[in-house]
């Protein structure tokens, strides 16, 4: 037990740290939020309006890939370097994680996350939006603020 007495003493003084830095916070500073105080900082610019749209499910699944890929490199390496000492069972754990890996891959592109920019355009609209959705007939259409709706059909008024 001798051996952890630094580790435990070295975690109990960040518990106190920690509370010790929560406790002084309370007491010495008064809650006075203003408008400039819970806005979101973004460089120093201060946002005029609303952001046109928000980013879509497809850039998150994307980055997520990205993590899952660097912590299957992160795996990999010392699995190469060590196959021999380490045997059948880990190949099988690295072939079970690159299988599920793999998989999530298929599925983003299947949804169609990695098509961004000219190739989505390229495509048209998707099938699973109906060609009779306007501006009108929908909710909320973000960016359509202010915006002049056209007419639909021929003989309609704007």
Not at 11 to 16: N, P, R, W
Not at 17 to 30: D, H
């Amino acid at each position: 037990m001798g051996q952890y007495l630094a580790i435990v003493l070295l975690l109990g003084l960040g518990v106190l740290f920690a509370l010790g830095s929560f406790m002084t916070n309370k007491l010495l500073v008064k809650g006075r939020p203003t408008a400039a105080k819970v806005a979101p900082y973004e460089c120093g610019i201060v946002p005029s309006k609303e952001p046109p749209e928000r980013f879509g499910v497809s850039f998150y699944l994307v980055a997520m890939l990205f993590i899952i890929f660097d912590i299957e490199i992160v795996f990999l390496y010392p699995y190469v370097v060590a196959r021999a000492e380490l045997g059948a069972y880990a190949f099988f754990e690295i072939l079970a994680f690159s299988v599920v890996f793999f998989a999530a891959i298929v599925y983003v592109v299947a949804k169609g996350g990695l098509d961004w920019g000219p190739i989505r355009r390229l495509r048209g609209l998707s099938p699973a939006i109906s060609a009779e959705r306007t501006t009108t007939s929908t909710i909320r259409r973000v960016g359509a603020d202010g915006r002049r709706v056209e007419p639909s059909e021929p003989g309609e008024a704007a």
